[in-house]
């Protein structure tokens, strides 16, 4: 029954491959995001959704597309991955955009 | 353009001793500031928000718009407030407004 939940929790991988991490709200809520958390902790908003509508991309490489097949998921696919990528990522849910975030429990990227 | 200031990335304490976290903000319009918090392993999530006005484990956070500052407060630490704390603006809800982060404070509670 967690409320915002994220796979995989570790992803390792080489250079160059292209992976994609998912994302699930079970609140109800209308909008979703990603966050990246670099190794000092800088906590950076990357994109959010609402009601599966871009509404913010932060100047993020096109390698990186986010998906929204529906209001309760937002995945986020990376291709050609490069070392600078290496980062945790943080999927966050809000009932109403600048609303109180929920956040899952973050996927450890490293790429190697 | 929004702008979130934690001035301290380490802040040690004594428990027992009163604890000042510093956030400054820079924002045109009229902001909601929020703090958030990281317990070790665990994931992100919200300590407080100013609009709430309530005290969560003994923390309190007053908004001072002629300071532009948003300063976490709490009179005396304790052992499991160790944490890395963020402050959180958010603006006053135009389509392209987002939920910016300082660049966090980690809080190390001396014993």
């Known amino acids: 029954d967690t409320a915002v939940s994220q796979t995989p929790k570790y992803l390792v991988t080489q250079m160059g491959n292209d992976k994609s991490i998912k994302c699930e709200q079970n609140?109800?809520?209308?909008?979703m995001y990603w966050y990246k958390q670099d190794s000092k902790k800088f906590l950076k908003i990357m994109f959010s959704y609402n009601n599966k509508e871009l509404i913010i991309n932060e100047t993020v490489p096109n390698r990186f597309s986010p998906k929204s097949p529906d209001k309760a998921h937002l995945n986020l696919h990376i291709n050609s991955l490069e070392l600078g990528d290496s980062a945790v990522y943080f999927c966050a849910s809000s009932q109403r955009s600048l609303e109180k975030l929920f956040f899952g429990s973050g996927t450890q990227l490293s790429v190697l | 353009a929004q702008r979130v200031t934690q001035p301290e990335k380490l802040l040690s304490v004594f428990k027992g001793a009163p604890v000042e976290l510093k956030c400054n903000y820079s924002y045109s319009g009229s902001p909601e500031l929020f703090w958030y918090v990281q317990y070790s392993r665990q994931r992100l999530q919200l300590l407080l928000r100013h609009i709430s006005r309530e005290s969560i484990k003994g923390f309190t956070a007053d908004l001072n718009k002629g300071e532009t500052s948003f300063h976490l407060k709490k009179p005396f630490a304790q052992e499991e407030d160790s944490a890395m704390y963020y402050c959180?603006?958010?603006?006053?809800?135009?389509?392209?407004?987002?939920?910016?982060f300082g660049k966090g404070t980690r809080l190390h509670i001396l014993p």
């Open positions: 609140l109800g809520h209308d909008t």
């Open positions: 959180a603006l958010s603006g006053q809800g135009n389509r392209d407004d987002k939920i910016i």
